[in-house]
């Protein structure tokens, strides 16, 4: 294993002095790019098929519906087997989706139907790999290293979303197969960088006391549930991107509004990403060490305002730099809430708790997609975009009530998870209280 010592001062005092750290950072980096250029390639080709923004809808339903039913199976699966298994079956999977759209298209077929069911498909890789990927980093760093492997995690999913979508553009002019073929092959090259990884990917500690699926599950939903500043963090996250997902009508807006083309929407796709990784490199270097929870709430905000730019925008470079700010406050979002629910979270609990926050904030990437088509079918695009940038202003005002807790968050290395003890003695006291006394 490289040591600190081999490496440049810089590195040796990050965690990129860690070499499983590295790969998995690396691994991300291309498995995100493969999934970007993916759903450039994917959305264009369906628009250009059938015309229809509700289609566009649809494309997001597709994966929403298998993460919806599969997704906290996933999450006690990564809390009881090997991740690296998981993560290698998921990487399998995903080649086998690349290679179905490119059969798809160079067999000629027009059938929606069969791309939604591919579609379908890759929601049920994700389902299976996002517990288990975001559970991962814990077991690779050191816990005083956390926060800043998650920025710097963050980061590179972002950088992979400036890469891909350009890339995806780019690649698409060559025809949608060219597309397919390279999300192909690294999907593969992820699959050998799993396999690379020496630490144990198995949770610590993982609970094995004879409970059924469902009982598991249960404890991570009521986990959640019993500790506001996690559940205000990631229902923060599923409102404001439910409502604000403008992302879903970039190829309406590139074809229809401001005329640029699949390079264009591939810029556009790319803008949010820009301001995020930027962010996410600021973020590892010096991550938010006071009034956390403030800055959580106001990046919030300000990602619904410039929500209600980019959909009034009729011009390009204002539309870019909408979406710039709209990446970069997210990212904010992204990190603390990622953050809280690591700090916050046990090891043998962290797929589980990870699920539902996938469930709350994951899921709902694709479900407003949805939510985006289907209010561009009935009030128009520019109305419907709008009207969800509002929307997050309105939701970030009501859960600075709701979460207090959430909102006095200063530093998030006071953050911990609970003591078992202190919490089995809470239960018992609760359960005395509870008898009739005789």
């Not at 909408?322 to 990446?327: D, R, S, W």
Request: glycine content about 10%; overall charge positive.
């Amino acid at each position: 294993m490289t040591t600190s010592q081999t490496l440049p001062p810089a590195i040796s005092r990050s965690v990129l002095r860690y070499r499983d750290y590295r790969l998995f950072l690396l691994a991300r980096l291309l498995v995100t790019a493969a999934i970007q250029i993916q759903s450039v390639a994917v959305g264009y080709q369906v628009y250009a098929m059938s015309h229809d923004k509700l289609a566009l809808g649809f494309v997001g339903l597709a994966q929403f519906l298998p993460m919806l039913a599969l997704i906290l199976p996933a999450g006690d699966l990564a809390d009881r087997y090997n991740r690296r298994v998981i993560l290698l079956v998921a990487c399998i999977i995903e080649a086998a989706v690349a290679g179905g759209f490119f059969l798809l298209t160079v067999l000629n077929v027009h059938s929606l139907g069969l791309f939604y069911a591919v579609l379908a498909l890759f929601g049920v890789v994700r389902t299976l790999s996002a517990p288990a990927s975001q559970s991962l980093v814990p077991l690779l760093v050191p816990p005083e290293s956390l926060s800043r492997a998650i920025a710097w995690s963050s980061s590179a999913f972002q950088s992979a979303t400036i890469v891909g979508p350009a890339l995806g553009g780019a690649l698409y002019v060559f025809g949608p197969d060219v597309a397919y073929g390279v999300c192909f092959a690294l999907s593969l090259i992820v699959a050998v960088l799993f396999g690379m990884i020496h630490a144990p990917l198995a949770a610590r500690h993982a609970k094995a006391d004879g409970s059924t699926g469902l009982e598991r599950a249960k404890e991570g939903i009521a986990y959640v549930k019993n500790r506001p500043i996690i559940l205000g963090a990631i229902s923060l996250d599923l409102f404001a991107v439910l409502l604000g997902g403008a992302t879903a009508l970039i190829p309406v807006y590139a074809q229809d509004i401001l005329m640029v083309g699949s390079t264009g929407a591939g810029l556009m796709r790319t803008a949010p990403a820009v301001g995020a990784a930027v962010t996410g490199v600021l973020l590892g270097w010096k991550p938010l060490d006071k009034q956390t929870g403030p800055w959580m709430f106001g990046c919030v905000a300000l990602f619904g305002a410039a929500t209600v730019v980019f959909g009034l925008s009729h011009n390009f470079a204002l539309s870019l730099v909408a979406l710039v700010v709209l990446g970069a406050s997210d990212m904010v979002s992204v990190f603390v809430r990622s953050t809280l629910i690591q700090m916050a979270t046990p090891d043998h609990m962290r797929g589980r708790v990870s699920a539902v926050g996938m469930l709350f904030v994951g899921a709902s990437n694709e479900l407003g997609e949805f939510e985006s088509g289907v209010t561009a079918r009935l009030f128009g695009t520019v109305p419907s975009v709008v009207i969800g940038g509002i929307g997050t202003l309105l939701i970030v005002a009501i859960w600075m009530g709701l979460f207090p807790d959430l909102r006095r968050v200063d530093r998030l290395t006071d953050v911990k998870p609970p003591d078992p003890a202190a919490e089995q003695a809470g239960q018992v006291i609760r359960s005395s209280e509870s008898q009739p006394s005789v």
